[in-house]
């Protein structure tokens, strides 16, 4: 009679557990499908946000995925809870491997975040001339690590984000258009006027240079050898250096069929007989 009574008090504990386990599961199970949903959610209209705020391609994935992660993993751990399971050890796991992988990837964490920065506030865009970091070059490619230039000599610069973010970086296309600075010498003896007038006119019949702000040629020096006329005409960035070579060419032509000489150093040496 006892061993039937333990045995029915066993029974009725056990399925007194059941009955409450099977309680927090369909709680647990109810937690995990309407959670999976609020976090779809979520990121839906994270995603709509950025793309409304025009954000970077490459940074709305990298956020979504980051936020849409992070939001399960609470979940997870959600659900691990209702289920009666000890979820400070998960946390205390989760936190340990957060400092070891920061610490691993301290560099990487900070060129994530200097890329983060430039696609957020956006200092330049693909198509820019820029010049940062001791490189000068069209921006191709906005990375979330790295940023690449494509330098006048057909160079790919690789640029890693974090100290691009941290540094001084030259936008030579945000305002639409660039001055090219020219230096050309006429000798002391050629009429200073003349030559201005031929070389903007020289300027002027070239179609890449811009008429706004108009090209101009002024007086910068009188050196050694030379009056030093500084020539500038404008371009937008895309015929910069067309702009750059061409004028050159064309303004040494023109001054040579005009007969205005641009003077090359030269050394007068005198020798004395004893």
């Not at 006892?2 to 056990?14: A, T």
């Not at 506030?121 to 979330?144: N, S, T």
């Not at 057909?154 to 030579?172: Q, R």
């Not at 201005?196 to 101009?216: D, F, G, R």
């Amino acid at each position: 009679m006892e061993k039937f009574n333990l045995e029915s008090y066993d029974f009725l504990k056990y399925k007194e557990l059941a009955i409450d386990y099977s309680i927090k599961l369909a709680i647990a199970i109810g937690i995990f499908i309407i959670g999976l949903w609020i976090v779809k959610k979520i990121v839906k209209i994270v995603k709509k946000t950025m793309i409304k705020g025009n954000m970077e391609i490459s940074l709305q994935k990298f956020l979504s995925d980051l936020i849409n992660w992070t939001l399960r993993a609470l979940l997870f751990i959600t659900v691990m809870s209702q289920l009666g399971i000890a979820t400070s050890s998960f946390i205390a796991i989760i936190g340990a491997a957060g400092l070891a992988l920061g610490l691993a990837l301290q560099g990487s964490l900070a060129n994530f975040a200097g890329g983060a920065l430039i696609l957020i506030f956006k200092p330049f865009k693909v198509g820019d001339l820029i010049e940062a970091q001791g490189e000068f070059g069209e921006v191709k490619e906005i990375e979330i690590f790295v940023t690449k230039l494509l330098t006048p000599g057909n160079k790919v610069a690789i640029i890693p984000n974090g100290i691009l973010s941290n540094g001084a970086i030259k936008n030579y296309s945000q305002e639409g258009k660039l001055r090219v600075d020219l230096t050309i010498g006429i000798s002391y003896d050629s009429d200073i006027k003349k030559a201005k007038e031929i070389l903007e006119k020289t300027l002027t019949s070239n179609p890449k240079v811009l008429q706004n702000p108009p090209p101009a040629v002024t007086v910068s020096e009188l050196a050694d050898s030379a009056v030093n006329l500084a020539v500038r005409p404008w371009a937008t960035p895309q015929n910069y250096w067309d702009v750059y070579f061409e004028s050159l060419e064309a303004c040494k032509n023109a001054l040579d069929r005009e007969n205005i000489n641009i003077p090359f150093p030269q050394r007068v040496v005198h020798m004395q007989q004893h």
